[in-house]
């Protein structure tokens, strides 16, 4: 069997595995980070979206292999300690999830869109964006404000102004 390494959450890991494995089944079974979840199958509900070098990707069809190498982040990897993610803070507060299947892949997608389109994010792109994640509760009426406050508290503190001195 082939053997994969990768950095999983800042952690290297080193297994054999099938070639035949999913990243999302490598990710639940092996290492037992069963946050990211299995929705379709088919890569259409984003349940199971990770990032792989800082990238967004569909887990449930990507094979373990394809990452070999890489660093990949799941939902897991996001809090540091006790603090939450600026965005996992944003859904907590603005409720945006219900029965939370959902919320770790749009979590995870809405980190990637706020890496790539910046911070000050119109609704119309929010949606637009969040098209291949889906919620069967909420609507998504509170996820896209979650999503828009998420992108608001990632501002980098070097973007703050500082502080005149005394």
Do not use: W
């Amino acid at each position: 069997m082939p053997t994969v390494s990768m950095t999983v959450n800042g952690k290297t890991v080193r297994r054999d595995v099938d070639p035949r494995t999913l990243l999302v089944n490598f990710l639940r079974n092996d290492l037992r980070l069963t946050g990211t979840h299995v929705g379709c199958d088919t890569s259409q509900c984003g349940a199971c979206v990770v990032h792989a070098d800082g990238r967004a990707i569909k887990s449930c069809t990507s094979l373990a292999l394809s990452c070999d190498g890489m660093a990949v982040t799941t939902i897991e990897g996001l809090a540091t300690g006790a603090d939450l993610h600026p965005m996992q803070e944003a859904f907590r507060q603005h409720h945006g999830l219900q029965c939370g299947y959902c919320t770790p892949g749009m979590i995870m997608t809405a980190i990637d869109l706020v890496a790539r389109k910046g911070h000050h994010l119109d609704e119309h792109t929010i949606r637009e964006e969040l098209e291949g994640n889906i919620c069967r509760c909420t609507g998504y009426h509170n996820i896209v404000k979650a999503v828009a406050a998420g992108a608001e508290a990632m501002k980098a503190p070097a973007e703050v102004p500082a502080m005149a001195a005394e």
